[in-house]
Each structure stands twice: as structure tokens, then as C-alpha cells.
């Protein structure tokens, strides 16, 4: 039953492929934004540096769902599959080696609320051609990401001030516990 564990493992080399997909797409957009910079082709409904802002919101998207993916990949796996044993590697990320479930998930979080954060401003940009509705609903979709990210964070934080997530690992885990007299 614990080898189940490993059923996840083609899970995560698929989410591999989604990140390369996602370098694709960073380049594609950015190819464009060059070429309709240089080439004088920006979008006439909008001023120049409001068409150069909503691209590079588009590349600052395509990067954070980037992160995002990082996140899942590394941590979920290191979390649910196998771990990867980074100890003193120059490049292991900082939050990895305090990594679990509960983190992962308000990380998780607050990277959603990032990427809405930017696909909110880029409909701000361009509220003068949006339905007020849907800047509305998006805003409200918003918002219901923070509070889950806030619900997320304080069950947390209460999980880790409860004494069973206290306490610490036996140095050796095949003899008794000793109890102190």
C-alpha cells in the first residue's frame, strides 16, 4: 500500500511537460512583445505603454503559474512521493526544507492570489472596454481567493500550535520513548 505513494511520481513528470510548455509560451509572448515594440504594431486601442504594461503582465503571469508548477512539483512530490535529498545543495530552495502539506498549501494560496492579482489589473487596464459585471465577478472571485488563503493560514497556524504537531522526532525511532520521572 505505501508504494501506492509511486502512482503519483508520472503525475509530476507530467506537470515537467506543462512547465515546458509554459517556457514556450513565455517566449512566444515575449517574441511578440519585441517584434510589436520594434516594429512600431502595438494595439491601437490602447496607448503604447499601457500595450507594453498588459504584455509584460502577460509575461509576469506566465511566470508566476511557472512558480506555481515549481511549487506542486518539488514540494508535492518531496511531500507525498519520495525525498529528494537536496541537504547543503547550493540551489535548494529555502521553503524545501520546511515543507509539508499545510505549507504547501497556503503557498499555494497566496501564489493564486497572485496570479488573480495580476489578471485583475490587467482587466483594470482595460475597464474602459470591460463589462462592469464581469470586473465585478472577477473582483469577487478575488477576494474569495484571499479568504480562503487567510482560512488556509490560520488553520495552519492553529494546526502547528497543537502539541501533536509539536512534537519532535525520537533520534531513534525503534526504542521506547523515556518518560521523564
Keep these: 500500500m505505501f508504494a501506492s505513494r509511486w502512482l503519483q511520481a508520472p503525475l509530476y513528470l ?33 496607448k503604447p505603454d499601457a500595450a507594453v504594461m498588459l504584455a509584460v503582465l502577460g509575461l509576469i ?10 511549487m506542486v ?12 535529498n537536496l541537504d547543503g545543495h547550493p540551489d535548494e ?11 504547501l498549501k497556503v503557498k499555494l494560496a497566496t501564489a493564486i492570489i497572485g496570479i488573480s492579482s ?14 462592469q459585471k464581469t470586473l465585478l465577478w472577477q473582483t469577487l472571485i478575488h477576494l474569495a481567493f484571499v479568504a480562503s488563503a ?9 494546526l502547528t500550535a497543537s ?3 509539536r512534537t519532535s522526532p525520537r533520534p531513534y525511532p525503534h526504542e521506547p520513548v523515556k518518560t521523564p520521572d
Excluded at 515537467?16 to 491601437?44: C, K, N, R, S
Excluded at 482560512?151 to 495552519?156: E, F, N, S, T
Design 14 to 46: 507530467g506537470l515537467i511537460v506543462a512547465q515546458g510548455i509554459y517556457v514556450w509560451q513565455f517566449m512566444v509572448e515575449l517574441w511578440h512583445l519585441i517584434h510589436d515594440v520594434i516594429g512600431g504594431t502595438l494595439p491601437a486601442d490602447f
Design 61 to 70: 503571469d506566465v511566470v508566476m503559474i511557472s512558480n506555481l508548477l515549481i
Design 73 to 84: 512539483i518539488v514540494g508535492g512530490y518531496e511531500t507525498f512521493v519520495s525525498r529528494i
Design 93 to 103: 530552495p529555502e521553503w524545501l526544507s520546511h515543507v509539508n502539506a499545510n505549507v
Design 118 to 131: 495580476v489578471h485583475l489589473l490587467q482587466s483594470f487596464i482595460k475597464a474602459a472596454s470591460s463589462d
Design 150 to 158: 487567510i482560512g488556509l493560514a490560520v488553520i495552519d497556524r492553529l
Design 163 to 165: 502539541p501533536a504537531e
